[in-house]
């Protein structure tokens, strides 16, 4: 089973709904779970990270946590197409930042 | 904000060559992080230290080796570059707050290309 694993898409959404990118991991001893957006050519940037079971919001996104589960999820609403990305899981395990393959996402104008 | 810079945005070498990758951090990080990323493989963990003069094989550490002499600086050394290494090589830096990682911000990347 890989660590971490995503959909690798390409998921594509209309302008304005919501996206939905889920995520689920195998360590269950996993503490901090992140987010991260990459776009083509460039490095992944920080979305959100989330430490406790339940929602987190920031603004358009919600990054949500199931650790009985394993899964995390990050909901963006309100669908831009500069949302248009690679979206990355990243979970710390053992000292380390583990991360999924990533989820394509495009919005459709 | 963090900043966290990696030496060379694009660098050319020969097959056989000793190449040095450098990163360096100014938000006092006790981790620091190398990954390679490629097509369909996602980012793969290198080798991550979490003080100085301290080192640990992350998934793929063959045919690399890191150097870490200051808490900022971390340093990727591939000892003969290979064709195979030709890839995408991204930094990271992360604080430790009860010895779990808080999140890590990238540098932005190093494209190597080995001919």
């Known amino acids: 089973q890989k660590e971490v694993e995503q959909n690798s898409g390409p998921l594509s959404v209309p302008e304005g709904a919501i996206a939905s990118l889920n995520c689920t991991y195998s360590d269950r001893v996993s503490q901090s779970f992140f987010w991260y957006r990459q776009y083509s050519g460039k490095s992944p940037e920080l979305i959100m990270s989330?430490?406790?079971?339940g929602d987190k919001e920031d603004g358009r996104f919600t990054a949500q946590l199931n650790k009985a589960s394993q899964y995390v999820s990050l909901l963006i609403r309100d669908s831009q197409p500069s949302d248009s990305a690679t979206y990355l899981c990243?979970?710390?395990?053992?000292?380390?930042?583990?991360f999924g393959k990533g989820t394509r996402l495009h919005i459709l104008p | 904000d963090v900043k966290v810079t990696q030496s060379s945005r694009y660098l050319v070498k020969r097959t056989g060559e000793k190449v040095f990758l450098e990163c360096v951090q100014d938000m006092d990080h006790e981790n620091m992080f190398w990954y390679r990323q490629d097509p369909g493989l996602g980012l793969r963990l290198i080798y991550f230290s979490y003080d100085v003069k301290m080192k640990e094989k992350g998934d793929i550490p063959e045919g690399y080796s890191v150097s870490r002499e200051k808490k900022e600086r971390f340093s990727l050394i591939l000892e003969s570059a290979s064709t195979n290494q030709t890839s995408m090589y991204l930094c990271?830096?992360?604080?430790?707050?009860?010895?779990?990682?808080?999140?890590?911000?990238f540098g932005q990347g190093t494209r190597l290309t080995v001919v």
């Open positions: 989330i430490y406790s079971n």
């Open positions: 990243a979970v710390n395990r053992d000292d380390k930042i583990i």
């Open positions: 990271a830096s992360s604080s430790l707050v009860d010895r779990v990682n808080t999140e890590a911000f």
